[in-house]
């Protein structure tokens, strides 16, 4: 059983450029998070995804946007970059929509923006 | 809506010490609770979860937490620390039927020799 991969692992970025994470899912898993970790904090839901949809979302702003594609697997754009923007973002994926299941997370693509 | 407290963002132990994490929570309908661990440069791992069967449950590595409405509590416990355990530990809330989670700030757990 394949866990939940991330990539990149780590990438620097300037104000005002423009990112892409990608994730790929736990296998039979249709459902993708986002959420995003700032330095000495806890995770932040960014959003989710269900059957290539956005099912729900956190209190951030319109240039944090994503994707599912058909094997379920996510990307995470974040456009207009800014420092505060700097952090790590984890992937979750998980069984069944609805269900407080166990989120499996990857290791984290670590963002920092100059 | 739903949030989570964890008191302490740094707790010290003595190897073979009881280990103790609190979490309190907030919720308006029966809450499911989770704790899960950070080790340096990783991603959560679940240790246990609460989804409203017992309210003592046991986790992963020895850990146990305990769910209690009146307190409004989900602490972990261990009753003798590892070196092993040093990591940030994170409690966690949800409630069926809904898409997120909501993390409390965590705590960072220091194994003492």
């Known amino acids: 059983e394949t866990g939940v991969t991330q990539s990149p692992t780590h990438l620097i970025k300037t104000r005002g450029q423009q990112v892409t994470l990608r994730c790929s899912s736990q296998?039979?898993?249709?459902?993708v998070s986002w959420y995003q970790q700032a330095l000495g904090q806890g995770p932040q839901f960014i959003f989710q995804y269900y059957r290539e949809e956005e099912n729900g979302r956190g209190n951030f702003p319109p240039r944090f946007s994503g994707l599912q594609f058909p094997n379920y697997s996510s990307e995470l754009n974040v456009n207009a970059l800014e420092l505060d923007d700097s952090a790590l973002y984890l992937c979750a994926s998980s069984l069944r929509l609805g269900e407080a299941g166990e989120l499996f997370f990857g290791e984290g693509s670590r963002l920092t923006v100059l | 809506a739903q949030s989570v407290t964890q008191l302490g963002s740094h707790v010290s132990v003595s190897e073979g010490a009881l280990v103790l994490l609190r979490c309190n929570y907030s919720?308006?309908?029966?809450?499911?609770l989770f704790w899960y661990v950070q080790y340096p440069n990783q991603g959560l791992q679940l240790l246990l979860k609460?989804?409203?069967?017992?309210?003592l449950v046991k986790g992963i590595n020895g850990f146990e937490a305990e769910f209690k409405k009146s307190e409004t509590s989900f602490h972990l416990t261990k009753p003798s620390a590892h070196m092993s355990d040093a990591a940030e530990y994170f409690c966690?809330?949800?409630?069926?039927?809904?898409?997120?989670?909501?993390f409390g700030t965590g705590t960072r757990l220091k194994v003492l020799a």
């Open positions: 919720s308006s309908v029966p809450p499911y």
């Open positions: 296998s039979g898993h249709n459902t």
């Open positions: 609460y989804t409203s069967a017992a309210t």
């Open positions: 966690a809330v949800t409630l069926t039927g809904t898409y997120k989670y909501i």
